[in-house]
């Protein structure tokens, strides 16, 4: 489709071929809608073009396992190569690049190591509080306390265990302690781009650091939007210019994309108001004048809520909006679940991508995830899909778990032993113990002999009984496929949720102090100090999710535990004028 580096730039607006072309170290300010993917997708392809030789790879460290997913899907619908690229989160990148090549001068990594995911995590915590004589109640965080984290570290130590914090900690350490390991790595990568660098934390920026530091000819790229820097309670920090350059010790030149395809300019203008970091923004949609919808309502009573929003619903639909255009958003979960039964009951012709529980987490780097979704993923499809986590599958159990695979296994050997097992009228948990069963028989593997293996198997499914338990889900094997099939319909998420998304008409709820902001920057003297910043933040990236028509609920009736009501979110005055 491309196959030149001219054709890679006219498909990009004057400001996205400067970000795409330069061969600078960039911080690049992108306001929401600008573009951002598009043009980190095409710069990643415009530097395979420019020199198709070399075999340096090309690192795009993503936030989400879903942005990297995007990035290796846009790039092969443009047919590039992408043997010199790399996209994954920053855990990823670390496994990758690391830990799995590095882990024998590691004390606790030599031996073998499993990664354990929050299941495992929690099931620890509560466990060693138990154990310790603590009576916690279903609330309570037993990692609060300096006595239970001490433990928990010593526990995992002996068992050869990591969790995703450590991955990051030992990488660090790594580094530290052999200097030519980040020699090693950076000697092979000929650039990094940093997507989201609002979000990355200091450890993050460090190990970066580091490597760059070993070879400073690799080309650095940061992209981001300090305004949509939603994850500071976990430790994200947006760095200005002269931070990244002290860091780096090298000049960055600052980039700004601010023309903005998504929405409309009336909605620009409303959700600059929220900026916490000036970015003069501006529409330039093919729809730009149009007025759209924009509406606040504070007097809908909350037990009014499902059906005031099915109304809405209902007219988008009548006008020609597509149910996959309109998403319904809440700042927290326990609201969706109740408000999705709810709008499923008033429409029930309505197809919702809701938020529902899968009987199997989310964990890709679990080797039984990964042949829980070959197995339950939609057959036929995307096969070049199937083969990187056929290939990822195999890597984590030579790798992390240092077990041997025999040679002559393959990754489509994989997927003909998990296809075997593929029975749509049976229960998807037995086929899923069955997919294990032969997968691990092709690679003469006896998971009962191999304790690793064996207390991974067990607390994965101890994890997916609980589950279904706790949520009353359906395991046959086209309820499972649901979860791992593509989605359709009027989508349903939190706000943290579609960050990086854009549809149509967007529908907010629970936009109350307590909800957004949270309790913790109402009454956290500390925390009280950065509240506006931080809602703001929240409001800015809710807002600009739309591209024409925007409904927002502070809904009334609602109470606390004692008995105040609460009240819409303080800020959105600041866009009373507006609406």
Known sequence: MFDSMGSILEALSPEQQIACSTQNNILLTACPGSGKTRTLTHRLAYQVLRDPASKKIKIAITYTNRAAEEITNRLEGMNIDQSSIWAGTIHQFCMHFIIRPYAMYSKRLCKGYRIIDDYSKKAYGREIAERLGMHLNYYDDPFQYENVRTEYKRVLKEKKEIDFDAILLISEELLASCAFIGSNIASVISSILVDEFQDTNELQYSILSTIYKANKSIILMFVGDVNQAIYSSLGGVAKGKKELETLYEINFDSLSLKGCYRSTQRLVDLYSRFEISKTDAHSVAKYKDEHGEIHFFDSVYYTDLASKIAELIKKELRKGTKAEEICVIAPQWFMLFDLSGKLRLLLPDISFDAPDISPIKYNPM?????????????????????????????????????????DDVQSYDVLSAVNCCRHIDADGITCLEAAIEKVFALLNIRISKEASLSELKESFFDEIQSRVKKYSLATDFESISKYFGDKNGVVISTLHGVKGEEYTTVIAAGLLNGYLPHWDYIMNPTKKLCRRNETCKLLYVLCSRAKKNLYLFSECGRTTKSGSEYSPTDELSLIADII
């Open 366 to 406: 679990n080797p039984l995830f990964l042949i829980a979704k070959l197995l339950f993923m939609p057959a036929g499809k995307n096969v070049k899909l199937r083969k990187r986590i056929a290939i990822e599958f195999i890597s984590i159990i030579r790798d992390d778990f240092r077990i041997m695979v025999p």
